[in-house]
């Protein structure tokens, strides 16, 4: 009866280790699937900065001489338009300058890989910032573009959005 009783607890402890250890391995690959999910949030996040640098600085420049803006008070004030569906992401609001992308409706934008898609929900600010890269409320020739991008479905792999900017710049 001792042995048998030994052999039960032996069969226990094994088990909880076994599981233990498991749990462990498992923890490991959701911590690299979260990190690659992040690298192709970033490549995302890369590429709609791409469609969003295209764009003209700001609506007044749009058609005229770089020379011809000789001061901040020469570009559009904000608070800038927001709610568009950029035709970029294939909505139907022509969306021709920066501050055009400001809070924008979210797109899904795809990450494609050979044997795969994931989509990612974008959602981007736009704001001036002086040249400290502190948000002001007056025109300068500065304007931060700020992305929060999330993998998209019921139960995101990303816990919290990658938050990416750039500043970008007239001259």
Known sequence: MQQTLLALLALMVATLLSLTQMQSRLQDQREVFQSEMKEMAIGVATQ????????????NTIGVPEDSITSPSDLTD??????????????????????????????TVPFEAPDFTVDFEVRAEVRYVDASLNPVSTPTFRKEVVFKIQDAGSDPYIQE???????????
């Open 48 to 59: 709609t900065l791409e469609v969003v640098r295209a764009r003209a600085f700001d609506e």
């Open 78 to 107: 904000p608070p800038f338009t927001t709610g568009k569906h950029c035709e970029a992401f294939g909505g139907p609001d022509t969306c021709d300058d920066v501050d055009d992308f400001h809070e924008m409706k979210p797109v």
């Open 161 to 171: 959005p990658i938050t990416f900017s750039e500043v970008l710049t007239y001259y």
